[in-house]
């Protein structure tokens, strides 16, 4: 199970398409493209040393979520058991932290699709601003943009499925692909030389994506998948809150 402690409030945004799936390769690999972009490094050379830094700008989007809730509860043992009821339902079976309460969540949906009893969370976007070597720079940038590709592409996926638009190999085959991106993204985030709490905290996300992602792969089901999007929904919010609170 998967745990995260954030702040509840009300949104609205458009419905997620079902086409995300036929999409969802190529905004990718355009997502890449894109941030890569945004985070080209200025480098500059110390005449003393002789050793070349860079710094980079990248943009972190905001994101706006519903959760619908299974089950609420102020008990985190019987959150757990909830949890896993719901996985064996179909559901994500994730435990998000809202106050004193455990929410158990079943999926992520737009605001439209979600009731008002149900969670409804956001975080605004800010700019990171990174100074290191060039493939210290990439291995963040790599890394923000394999996260945020799991909170925005995949929110259709569980849908294809149930709709009959695609079926479960299918959807593993592109998650597969999220999965080598994220491998990478992992792989030079632990090269970095004394990672600070930033990178810690991206190591960490990462991870947990994987893990996620490969038990979608390794037993697929509709609940699993419902679950890689949920996750990187919360994670991708939680991040953005920390990195603000860390800022301020």
Partial sequence: MFFLKLKTVRV?????????LALAMMLTMLCVYLISLSAIPDEKT????????SSAEI????????????????????????AARCADSGGAGLILSDGGDYCVISQAVSAENAGTNDLHLQADGLSLKLQGSSDEITAVSDSITFLRALATETSGLAAAVEDGDTDLPSVCSLLNVYRTQGEKAQEALENIAGPDKTIRRLISSVHASLNRIDSAIKNPDIGKIKLIHAAACGEWISILEEFVAEDA
């Fill in 12 to 20: 609205r945004r458009s419905n997620p398409s079902a086409l995300a």
């Fill in 59 to 82: 943009r972190m989007e905001g994101l706006k979520e519903s959760f619908l809730l299974y089950a609420r509860t102020a008990n985190q043992l019987e959150a757990r058991v909830l």
């Fill in 46 to 53: 110390n005449s003393v040393s002789g050793q070349t830094s």
